[in-house]
């Protein structure tokens, strides 16, 4: 499975903030639409990512007051990123090394969607299933026993 398909399957919406954005604004955004990035768009181009991991690090480091943060301070600069063309194998692969739960999805500069770990484990179990009906209907269409394999090369025979 490609990562184009995972995008439609999922379909949604990218939200973003601008670089100046507080911290707090980040956090309300995220709570707001549940979800646990943000893409840091500048001049119509993403120039960083935001999770809820880099939030939760200001927040430690900052005795737990984020009123003077901004999302420039915290951001990943220039994420890893996925294209449409990538595999789901490739796409999880580069997630586990990289230790990343959100990946931003290029094509070419153009930002197409953010795949999260959530996304690639529901994609995975929904070709597993397909895989296993496929199988299943296969096995149930083959016939059973070595008679009932010379009955039916016995039938195209005749």
């Known amino acids: 499975m490609l990562i184009r398909d ?5 379909g949604g919406s990218i939200y ?8 707090t604004e980040v956090v309300a955004l995220m709570v707001r639409h549940d979800i646990g990035s943000l893409v840091v768009m500048e001049n119509g181009r993403m120039c960083g ?11 430690d480091a ?4 984020l009123a003077d943060m901004r999302a420039r301070d915290v951001m990943v600069r220039d994420p890893i990123c996925g294209t449409p063309a990538d595999t789901i194998d490739e796409l999880r692969e580069i997630m586990t090394h990289h230790h990343v739960r959100y990946l ?20 995975i179990i929904k070709e ?4 296993n009906r496929l ?10 026993s070595d008679a009932e394999i010379r009955a039916a090369a016995g039938q195209q025979r005749q």
């Open 135 to 144: 199988l299943k209907r296969y096995i149930e269409h083959t016939p059973e």
């Open 128 to 131: 597993t299933r397909l895989e």
């Open 62 to 65: 900052q005795g737990g007051n």
């Open 6 to 10: 995972v995008l439609n399957l999922k």
């Open 104 to 123: 931003p999805v290029r094509d070419g500069q153009k930002l197409i969607g953010i795949i999260s770990f959530h996304d690639v484990a529901k994609a």
């Open 16 to 23: 973003s903030v601008e670089p100046a954005a507080a911290l």
């Open 49 to 59: 990512m935001l999770t809820f991991r880099e939030v939760l690090q200001a927040l």
